[in-house]
């Protein structure tokens, strides 16, 4: 591995994430530096090795022959130097780094968190907030929060809490809402990425969904509830999402009927990872958590088991 001597890693690296990503805005996000640095580096690359990597066109960057050729070998490398790197964070006692989902990540662990951190002040939580799916194996990650039926070959797989759905709506809307049925009067707030419909919910009246109306169409579930606290008309939510809302006034479940999308939060960790009392302490105040904030929602006490 001499031949590695004359070449620098962040080059390589920058030119890894160029031909992966396909732009250099896109690599300088992904390195944290910015778009001049990147296409230095790229250069300085080219230069070390003697070819071109890249034809300039309009401002965009076209990979040759020689960086196709050259990216699976690198983004290979890459993944095994991340890989090295997350063997030295893994089963430390200090720290915790979480991957979740946004929509939860945003409406209910931040809410939450402080609770674990007074209750374990030595471990220090990092939360990365995204949908792509970490393998708590190979990864810096020690534990995923998830929404699914489950199960996870390969994975510990803990289930915290089935996912529930309701319609929610402002204070305003609510005052129309009498009877299931008035619910297609209403404006319908539209997700178009949830994993469930509005039949789990309708079902439980003989109710059919060609009684909803058009409404807005939002790509985020957060977006959805905001929609539906602007009264905009009625969003069928889940429990972790609308908890806050619904406490604080902002948004009416008219019904208590909660029926089961036959999804549920898990906890997720790797198979050949070490077993950690951060990580226990964790998981136990997460299962502890949950049912103590979902069961003080408003109208919480009738829930429907699947």
């Known amino acids: 591995m001499k031949n590695l001597n004359q070449f620098h890693l962040s080059g390589l690296r920058a030119v890894e994430a160029v031909a992966r990503l396909g732009s250099i805005k896109a690599a300088a996000e992904e390195l944290g530096v910015t778009?001049?640095?990147?296409?230095?580096?790229?250069?300085?690359?080219?230069?070390?090795?003697?070819?071109?990597?890249?034809?300039?066109?309009?401002?965009?960057?076209?990979?040759?022959?020689?960086?196709?050729?050259?990216?699976?070998?690198?983004?290979?490398?890459?993944?095994?130097?991340?890989?090295?790197?997350?063997?030295?964070?893994?089963?430390?006692?200090?720290?915790?780094?979480?991957?979740?989902?946004?929509?939860?990540?945003?409406?209910?662990?931040?809410w939450h968190l402080k609770n674990f951190t007074k209750q374990n002040p030595g471990v220090r939580v990092r939360v990365e907030a995204t949908v792509d799916l970490a393998d708590p194996d190979t990864s810096d990650v020690d534990l995923c929060i998830?929404?699914?039926?489950?199960?996870?070959?390969?994975?510990?797989?803990?289930?915290?809490?089935?996912?529930?759905?309701?319609?929610?709506?402002?204070?305003?809307?609510?005052?129309?809402?009498?009877?299931?049925?008035?619910?297609?009067?209403?404006?319908?707030?539209?997700?178009?990425?949830?994993?469930?419909?509005?039949?789990?919910?309708?079902?439980?009246?003989?109710?059919?969904?060609?009684?909803?109306q058009d409404g807005p169409t939002f790509s985020d579930g957060s977006l959805c509830l905001d929609a539906a606290i602007a009264g905009q008309g009625v969003f069928l939510a889940w429990e972790t999402l609308a908890v806050y809302a619904i406490k604080s006034g902002q948004v009416i479940s008219p019904f208590p009927e909660r029926p089961s999308t036959g999804m549920s939060y898990w906890l997720i960790s790797g198979k050949n990872a070490p077993r950690t009392k951060a990580k226990h302490a964790f998981g136990e105040w997460l299962k502890d958590e949950l049912q103590v904030s979902i069961g003080r929602a408003k109208g919480a006490d009738v829930i429907l088991e699947d």
Not at 146 to 171: H, I, T, W
Not at 182 to 211: A, N, R, V, Y
């Open 35 to 110: 778009v001049g640095a990147v296409s230095q580096q790229v250069q300085k690359t080219e230069a070390q090795l003697g070819v071109q990597l890249f034809e300039r066109q309009n401002r965009m960057l076209l990979p040759t022959q020689h960086v196709l050729a050259m990216q699976p070998h690198l983004t290979s490398a890459m993944s095994s130097l991340s890989t090295a790197v997350a063997t030295t964070q893994r089963g430390r006692e200090d720290s915790l780094t979480i991957s979740v989902a946004p929509v939860f990540a945003g409406k209910w662990l931040v």
């Open 146 to 212: 998830r929404v699914g039926r489950g199960p996870y070959p390969g994975l510990n797989a803990e289930k915290l809490l089935k996912q529930r759905v309701f319609p929610v709506c402002s204070p305003a809307l609510a005052e129309d809402i009498k009877q299931p049925s008035d619910i297609g009067k209403l404006p319908i707030i539209h997700d178009p990425g949830q994993m469930f419909t509005w039949k789990t919910w309708l079902d439980l009246f003989g109710l059919d969904e060609s009684i909803l």
